[in-house]
């Protein structure tokens, strides 16, 4: 754990095409998850996961904001918009090659008045378009919504890639390294089951637990005889007083978190599942090193 680390978490939208994907290639390079077909039933697939020095970007694709084509698409930007408000920045992609307003960009801005989380519009392919032709349409969508950055870049070629990092990193708030650095190349499916535990945790103890709360994998075993995965999995709080929301009385929030989350992870395993929760606090525990975690362990 180094000083002043930044990590957070980042949502990737935008129609079909307008190059998410060759973005996070170029970021992510080789390291870039490629998850299984099974993974494709979460809700919210993480991309990939930027580690350097300073700071952990963990990118993640929020699929059911486009327009919904039927009733079951309506609730499915419901959740998209709940999980918008849930990341640290948003980064709007748009194709700088075709005219303002596209597709689906006009329903996507109108979803995004909803949203409470600083916007980035990314303009993408700048590399096919005449400097000239930007203004007009960087101005068109400023009227429309407050951006908090407009980053033109080209997403194939790299030009101002590095800008809008560093951007990204400057809106990041102070925090741990979620994830190993190689993490994403091993174990892709790690990510996904905390992040799980983590949507229940939020879900079930609805605001009374902050967003704060970080759940963190120690051990996924899947070398039982029984062929049941074996998972173990901390939540860390920032506050006592989380604790008693958090394992509930008797045991029950913590064992209907874990219910839900099991079911989910063997979703998306294809197998069963024991799944073991503890939890840790740590106050302003985003601060200190994990070694200094205070444990006063829950086994459920
Ligand atoms: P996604 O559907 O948003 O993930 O879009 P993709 O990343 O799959 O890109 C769609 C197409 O646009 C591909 O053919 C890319 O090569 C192309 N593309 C992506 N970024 C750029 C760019 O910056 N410039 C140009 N010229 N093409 C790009
Ligand atoms: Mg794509
Ligand atoms: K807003």
Do not use: C
Not at 70 to 77: E, I, P, Q, S, T
Not at 205 to 218: F, G, K, L, M, Y
Request: proline residues 5%; neutral net charge; aromatic residues 8%.
């Amino acid at each position: 754990m180094h000083n002043n680390f930044k990590s957070g978490f980042v949502a990737i939208i935008g129609r079909p095409n307008v190059g998410k994907s060759t973005f996070m290639n170029h970021v992510i390079g080789q390291k870039i998850a490629i998850m299984s077909d099974k993974a494709q039933t979460t809700r919210n697939k993480i991309q990939g996961v930027f580690t350097d020095q300073n700071k952990q970007i963990v990118f993640i694709d929020t699929p059911g904001i486009h327009k919904p084509k039927h009733k079951l698409g309506d609730f499915m930007v419901k959740i998209a918009e709940n999980t918008l408000n849930e990341v640290d920045t948003i980064l709007f992609m748009i194709n700088a090659d075709e005219g303002y307003g596209r597709g689906g960009d006009q329903y996507i801005m109108d979803r995004l008045q909803s949203i409470h989380k600083p916007v980035f519009l990314v303009i993408n392919k700048i590399d096919l378009v005449h400097p000239d032709q930007l203004l007009p349409l960087i101005t068109q969508y400023k009227d429309k919504y407050p951006f908090e950055e407009i980053v033109p870049i080209s997403a194939l070629e790299g030009n101002n890639v590095n800008r809008l990092m560093e951007l990204i990193t400057e809106h990041l708030p102070e925090g741990p390294q979620y994830y190993p650095e190689d993490q994403v190349t091993d174990h892709p499916e790690r990510f996904i089951i905390s992040e799980l535990i983590r949507e229940k945790a939020l879900q079930l103890t609805r605001e009374e637990v902050p967003h704060s709360v970080a759940v963190v994998i120690d051990k996924i075993d899947n070398q039982n005889e029984d062929e049941k995965v074996l998972i173990q999995a901390t939540i860390i709080i920032e506050r006592k007083s989380q604790k008693g929301i958090i394992i509930g009385k008797q045991g029950k929030m913590l064992k209907e978190i874990g219910k839900r989350a099991r079911m989910d992870i063997e979703r998306l395993l294809g197998s069963k599942v024991y799944l073991e929760l503890w939890v840790k606090v740590q106050e302003n525990w985003r601060n200190k090193p994990p070694h200094q975690l205070q444990e006063f362990g829950f086994n459920q």
